[in-house]
């Protein structure tokens, strides 16, 4: 099961490309094939109606959909901002969910995703995971129940960016199993 992973920043040391890295790592030993992707290798501009008339989708819009289109599953680490998903993200699902208009299916409906947030908060990024799921449902993915939120981020991740929070580390591996073992389910 081929499961793309990845963060809503571009921040190089962010908390949560870390997390994505800690999920990764759960993937693989889940029995998954873990895909770690990095969203700033993919620049688009801001959604704009005018561009869009103009120009269509860019080109990494559709890049994105097509990788998106080739994995069974999605784990997304989402940094919390202002108790939603980070700016980053939400143009990134914004645009890819605009390609279908012009070329291929929506690469969203019908995939298994896993959300996961960290932060230096005492909720680890939970507000945001709300936000994150109804835009996901939005675009037809099947969003499982189980969350993950890493609270006092600053502090949970060693140096070369190990999750050294124990409980943590059980919830990140629980969900990556859980992502890998429905997607495989659902694929029979």
């Known amino acids: 099961m081929k ?5 809503g920043s571009s921040r190089l040391d962010s908390v949560n490309r870390k997390l994505a890295q800690a999920a990764a790592n759960a993937v693989n030993t889940a029995g998954g094939e873990a895909t770690l992707l ?3 290798d993919y620049p688009m501009p ?3 109606g ?8 860019p080109e990494n ?8 289109a080739e994995h069974a599953g999605l784990m997304i680490a989402s940094p919390e901002h202002n108790h939603s998903i980070s700016a980053l993200l939400k143009n990134t699902l914004d645009w890819v969910s605009r390609t279908p208009r012009v070329k291929g299916g929506n690469p969203f409906t019908g995939k298994v995703a896993g959300i996961m947030a960290a932060s230096p908060g005492g909720l680890g990024g939970l507000q945001g995971l709300d936000h994150l799921e109804r835009v996901l449902t939005t675009l037809g ?10 609270p006092n981020a600053d502090k949970a991740f060693s140096n070369a960016g190990e999750l050294l929070d124990a409980a943590a580390l059980r919830r990140v591996t629980e969900l990556a199993t859980d992502v890998v073992n429905v997607t495989r389910k659902l694929s029979v």
């Open 141 to 150: 993915a099947m969003v499982l129940p189980k969350k993950v939120a890493v």
């Open 61 to 68: 819009a559709f890049k994105l959909q097509t990788i998106i």
């Open 50 to 57: 005018e561009i869009e008339a103009e120009n269509g989708p």
């Open 3 to 7: 499961i793309l992973i990845f963060a």
């Open 46 to 48: 801001l959604l704009s």
């Open 38 to 40: 990095e969203l700033a």
